[in-house]
Nanobody, 120 residues
């Protein structure tokens, strides 16, 4: 069984950088069949894909967020990290790390989510 757990600050002040860590157990983030992914859900809105890092180590980002987003990994800790710079209150959301099966839109494992509030 794969488990994912988000960690990081619940409150960030604009225009600082948000950094969230996803710790994975039960599966290796280097497994090349999966995309290790960050998504978010602002209040009263749908899910938004932020980006992912593939098991090969290659990242990919949403075009709307690419200029502010970096996803990296620490394979020794089986973690992948989201950094979102220059945050504004529009970045307030519940942030999830999820595993996506390669070649699909199937989110087979989810973290519990973490609320991030951006203040101005």
């Amino acid at each position: 069984q794969v488990q994912l757990q988000e960690s990081g600050p619940g409150l960030v002040k604009a225009p600082q950088t948000l950094s969230l860590t996803c710790t994975v157990s039960g599966g290796s983030i280097t497994a090349n069949f999966y995309a290790w992914t960050w998504i978010r859900q602002p209040p009263y809105k749908g899910l938004e894909w932020i980006g992912h890092i593939h098991g090969s180590g290659s990242p990919s980002y949403s075009p709307s967020l690419k200029s502010r987003t970096s996803i990296s990994r620490d394979t020794s800790k089986n973690q992948f990290v989201l950094q979102l710079s220059s945050v504004t209150p529009e970045d307030t959301a519940v942030y999830y790390c999820v595993r996506v099966v390669g070649g699909t839109s199937w989110y087979d494992y989810w973290g519990q989510g973490t609320q991030v509030t951006v203040s101005s």
